[in-house]
């Protein structure tokens, strides 16, 4: 273990506790399922962008594809082209409604590793497909990974992470992520090369990391939280004195145990979650994750190489854009993970939404300038697009894509913390399959006015940001819930005690 602090909170209270290889080693389990998140999510686009996987399973859209008489914007236009996409995140908002009562009643552990599992057997079928259903029932089998991991480990993550780096922490799960989508497109590059099985290569190859997942939750520890709030109270301070690093966990444990007893209070904590004095929490998240596809990000993520080749890249050339896209979606995160908890999640949404949306109309205004129904992008404005896009992923990337899993996993209460990270990512799943399903479609029909799409939704985003989240940057978990009676909005929905016990944050 290295380094020792006693952080003063802002309500002068003191948690002791040092960074530990423990609690390192916990995360970066956890985070792994982001990793694996970002492959498959990345894999798919450079897969479908691959003539020999069209060829086997969509050849009306690989006859399309080399069709000058079909109009640039509708290549690709093919709806169970955009099923094997989409079907994962269906998959995942089902699976979704029922995570966060697994991880309350199971724990998030078992959550995780029941997760890995559904990723390990999804990577196998995909790799091994014989024919369209046998691929679908695979993306399937990977959405119920989806579905469990993503609302298991970002809890998980904040709750064993000390409460001053848990925004780093959480962001190391987006970090993850971006490291997958980055693998996934340097895979997919070489796996394009060799023909006419590469692309099951690339599919296979996520059972490699779903087993890192399943083996590490089975051998690291459930949170103290969790252990507390299913009873296990000694197992819980004992685990919380190991992720610390010291015998003197007593007043963080008081806290998490007096927050475990007000949950307990609490007969059906889905009906609890709609309660008015929980509104705050249930609209933000609402609104963080159910607009974050809509900056552009489903587009992006899943359809990038595809949007490549209907620039008029080679099937080469845009997996090898694509890859540049991934590495700057790391150093984004990157950054990320070094600046959310030094200045902020307000100001980081902020300059993100500023920036995507600065880059969308310049999208637009590119494509309908220079992109027509059967022309390609001369080499500069071709070399342009990839600037913009690169520019577009950091903004994502160090701002909406890892903020909207810190902030929701940390402004939930612990009594509704599970059924709204359930309810709130079913919302991102079931919006992302909808946009996913129809984005093709949809260029097909709006072609350079879908980025203008977009970027109103930014500006939306940018309004709500600016008036409506507060900061929540060095509060400990069992102190956010006050910060809402310090709001100018949301004051209006606190109950006048927790009114009361704002005045020690101020």
């Avoid at 690291?220 to 966990?249: A, F, M, N, Q």
């Avoid at 994750?289 to 990000?297: A, E």
Wanted: glycine share 10%; aromatic share 14%; proline share 3%.
């Amino acid at each position: 273990m290295t380094g020792g602090y006693a952080p003063q909170l802002e309500s002068g209270k003191k948690y002791e506790s040092r960074t530990t290889v423990y609690l390192l080693l916990s995360s970066l389990m956890a985070a792994t399922a982001g990793l694996l998140f970002g492959y498959d999510v990345g894999i798919s686009g450079g897969v479908s962008s691959m003539e020999d996987f069209q060829k086997k399973f969509y050849p009306s859209v690989y006859r399309n594809s080399r069709n000058a008489k079909v109009n640039n914007y509708c290549r690709y236009d093919s709806q169970t082209l955009q099923l094997f996409t989409s079907s994962l995140q269906l998959a995942g908002f089902f699976t979704s409604l029922v995570a966060g009562y697994t991880t309350r009643k199971f724990g998030r552990r078992i959550t995780i590793i029941c997760g890995g599992l559904a990723y390990f057997f999804g990577a196998v079928l995909n790799g091994g497909a014989a024919d369209l259903s046998m691929l679908i029932i695979g993306r399937v089998f990977l959405g119920i990974g989806v579905g469990l991991t993503m609302q298991a480990t970002p809890l998980y993550i904040a709750e064993i992470a000390p409460y001053q780096h848990r925004g780093a922490l959480v962001n190391g799960f987006q970090f993850a992520i971006t490291v997958g989508l980055f693998v996934s497109s340097l895979v997919n590059y070489f796996t394009g090369r060799i023909h006419p099985w590469g692309w099951r290569l690339s599919l296979g190859l996520g059972a490699a990391p779903a087993l890192v997942i399943t083996l590490g939750a089975i051998l690291l520890p459930d949170s103290p939280t969790s252990y507390v709030d299913r009873g296990h109270v000694d197992k819980g301070r004992k685990v919380l004195e190991r992720i610390r690093g010291v015998k003197d966990v007593d007043l963080e444990f008081e806290d998490t145990l007096e927050a475990s007893r007000t949950a307990a209070m609490v007969q059906n904590r889905f009906r609890d979650l709609f309660a008015r004095k929980n509104r705050p929490q249930l609209v933000i998240s609402w609104v963080l994750l159910g607009l974050q596809p809509f900056t552009g990000n489903a587009a992006i993520a899943f359809y990038v190489p595809v949007i490549f080749r209907i620039l008029g890249y080679g099937s080469s050339a845009a997996l090898y854009s694509t890859a540049i896209v991934g590495s700057v979606r790391m150093a984004g995160s990157a950054i990320s993970i070094f600046l959310v908890d030094r200045i902020g999640r307000k100001i980081l949404f902020l300059q993100g939404g500023i920036q995507m949306f600065l880059c969308q109309i310049a999208l637009g205004t590119i494509f309908y300038l220079e992109l027509g129904l059967h022309n390609s992008l001369s080499k500069p404005m071709a070399a342009g697009v990839l600037v913009l896009v690169c520019l577009w992923t950091a903004g994502f990337d160090w701002s909406w894509g890892p903020l909207i899993w810190v902030v929701p996993s940390e402004i939930f209460s612990l009594e509704t913390r599970s059924a709204g990270m359930g309810v709130a990512v079913s919302w991102n799943y079931i919006l992302t399959f909808m946009l996913t399903q129809v984005f093709l479609t949809m260029f097909c029909h709006l072609r350079w006015g879908t980025f203008f799409f977009f970027a109103g939704t930014l500006f939306f985003m940018v309004l709500f940001t600016t008036f409506l989240i507060p900061e929540t940057r060095r509060i400990p978990l069992e102190e956010v819930k006050y910060i809402w009676g310090k709001h100018w909005f949301w004051k209006r929905f606190v109950p006048a005690e927790e009114k009361v016990e704002t005045k020690d944050l101020a």
